[in-house]
Each structure stands twice: as C-alpha cells, then as structure tokens.
C-alpha cells in the first residue's frame, strides 16, 4: 500500500478545496478521479496541477473497471468520496443522475473498495479508510424547536438529492456491517467559500448582486441552514481521516444557523461597503421573493459535540469572517467566474477530452 489517497470528485467545489488544503500540509499523494460535469473545474487546481505528487484521471465512478485498476495501480491507503450529484433544484427537475452517481456510483466504489482491501496484507487492511462524504439533508427538516441532527437521528430525506445521498449512507453502513471494510461517514452542513458553483445560494447572491441582478428568495426566506466555511470542512475530513475508527459517523457543521434573508442581507451590506458603485446600490433592493420549491426543508441544525469531543475539531471560522473572505475571493477572481458563468469553461472540457 502506497503513501496515496484517491479522491473523486476532486475538482468540484468542496473536493478541489480539499485537495488543495491536502497538498499544502500533508505528504501522501494525492489521485484524482473525477467525470467533470458541469460544477467540476480542474482550474480550481491549476495551482497545483505540476505537483508531482498530484494526479488527474478523467473518468465516472459507475466505471468499476476503471475504479478498480486505479486502486490496483496506486495502491491507495484510503479514498476520499466526495464525487455526486448535490443541486435541490436539479435534482427535482431530473432525478436519474442522482441516482445513476450518488447510488451506483458508491456502490461500484465500495465493490470495487472491498475487492482491493480484501487483497491487502493484514496491516494494510486495518490501516485502509474508506471516507464516504454527505450532507445534513438526509435528516430531513427540524421545526423552530427541534433539537439539532445528531449522529443517531432518524433519516427522513425529502428530495431527490438528499434521497439519494440517504441511500449512500446506508450502502456505506452495510458495508461495515456485512463486509467489515473500514467506512466511516461525515454528514455536514451548508458549506460555503471559494469555487463554488455559481447556482448555489451564496455565489449566485454575491454575483448577481455586483451585476444589478434581482436576488431570488425563495418564499418568504425564513428557511434555516447552518453555514460552514469549507476549509473548516476540510480541516474536519482530514481528521477523522487520520483519527476515526471504521464504523463511525460524524455530523460537521459551522454552528452558524441563519435565515436564508439574513444572509442574502448580510450579503448585501458587505458589498455597499465593498462596492458603493454597483448599478444598484444599496444592494438590498434587488432582493425579490419567488415561488417556494417543492418540499423546501425548513430547518437544518447540526450538533457537533461527537467530533468536538472525540477528533477535538471546532470550526475556525465565524460567519462573518467566512463570508468576507467569500465575498473579496469572488470579487478577487473575476476571471474564473466570467470563465464558469460563460460557458467558456465548458467548450474546453468539451475540446480537451473528447472522446
């Protein structure tokens, strides 16, 4: 077994995130196996994409031959999951490749896990991790009251996404159950901070707002998210990498629970400060509500005190101090948003890796 871990879906927002904060302060080498769809961005890694210790294969994790002969090639020590399908509002309009990724595709990973790891020799078997990334959404939707999502709350997804990320988990569970392969799961919540994708909540305010864009609420903007900064996510991940016993689970969060207005708000006064010259100023007025999305959850809440306690893991970051330094990346790095938002992007995936 090599000193390497195999990521997928390393170059979307929270994998390319990953690996970056990976190769600035860990040794092992790092593969990265991603299909590069839409929210997938190898500039994201363009930093680091000379490092002799970094690798990109293009390819789908539903491709077991493919998963198996990087397992066999490099002989990883653990492989980092982060690779699905992740958009409500996609997933809503067209379930299959949430399905197609987020099911089959764990499932041809841990067939193709389990097969490696059974050919280990013993201390390599017990030193192996299999380090499945999820969400908060596969519990569903507290009320004002409720306690937060704990690591033995009852799963009760309501979309197609956060179904199939349930789904996922439970594959990753029986594994260990049945199979003993080393899993562990980390379920976090809303993640937050440089390169992501455009449609997500956050970037989409930030851009449209600096453009004179209306900035769509949906309903009466009163749903709640626990926000995390994501290089506190990954601070996480690469703990309960190197410290979790196979079998657990932890729940990830930033402890920031906020109203998706208030953050639209906060948003907004940021960049009256930042930018008094935008097409319309304060930004607050080009805030509209629109028509609620089917099955919208109305609270997520996360209750960290397993990771705190055991990994001794806090996120670093406040929510004020995450979403300023959100805000200056993006206004900072206007060529990698006109790139993605243009499509430009797109047309040289399309041209580099034809098949």
């Known amino acids: 077994m090599e000193n390497t871990i195999l990521v997928t879906g390393g170059a979307g927002f929270i994998g390319s995130n990953f690996i970056l904060q990976w190769m600035a302060k860990e040794r092992a080498s790092v593969v990265n196996l991603d299909k590069l769809t839409y929210a ?84 390599d078997q ?59 799961t980390t379920n976090c919540s809303n993640n937050y901070g440089p390169y992501q994708f455009p449609e997500k909540l956050i970037p989409l305010m930030i851009l449209n707002a600096c453009s004179g864009k209306a900035l769509p609420v949906y309903g009466d903007g ?47 006064s940021i960049l009256d400060d930042l930018r008094p010259h935008d097409p319309v100023v304060p930004h607050r007025k080009l805030i509209t509500f629109v028509k609620d999305r089917p099955g919208h959850d109305r609270r997520y809440a996360i209750d960290c005190r397993k990771i705190e306690r055991i990994q001794g893991w806090k996120p670093r970051e406040s929510f004020e101090s995450g979403i300023r330094k959100t805000i200056r990346w993006y206004l900072e790095h206007e060529a990698w948003v006109n790139e993605v938002t243009s499509g430009s992007y797109r047309q040289w995936i399309e041209s580099h890796y034809a098949t």
């Open 222 to 268: 009163q749903n709640v998210r626990d926000w995390l900064f994501v290089e506190d996510h990954c601070e996480a991940l690469r703990t309960v990498l190197e410290r979790g016993k196979p079998g657990e689970s932890f729940n990830i969060g930033g402890g920031e629970e906020k109203h998706n207005l208030e953050i639209v708000e906060i948003i907004c």
């Open 126 to 184: 017990a030193a192996f991790r299999f380090l499945h990334v999820s969400t908060d959404e596969v519990y569903g939707s507290l009320g004002p009251d409720d306690a937060p999502f704990s690591e033995t709350t009852a799963y009760a997804p309501n979309s197609p996404y956060s179904a199939s990320k349930a789904a996922s988990d439970h594959l990753v569970r029986a594994y260990y159950k049945t199979y003993r392969l080393p899993t562990l």
């Open 40 to 123: 997938g961005n190898l500039r994201n890694l363009e930093q680091i994409s000379s490092d002799t210790r970094y690798q990109f294969v293009h390819g789908d994790i539903v491709e077991r031959k493919l998963v198996g002969s990087l397992l066999e090639r490099h002989g990883p020590r653990a492989l980092v999951h982060f690779a699905a399908e992740s958009h409500v509002d996609r997933s809503i309009r067209g379930p299959d490749d949430f399905i197609s990724t987020n099911v089959q595709g764990t499932f041809s990973l841990l067939e193709e896990a389990r097969a490696y790891w059974i050919g280990l020799p013993e201390g």
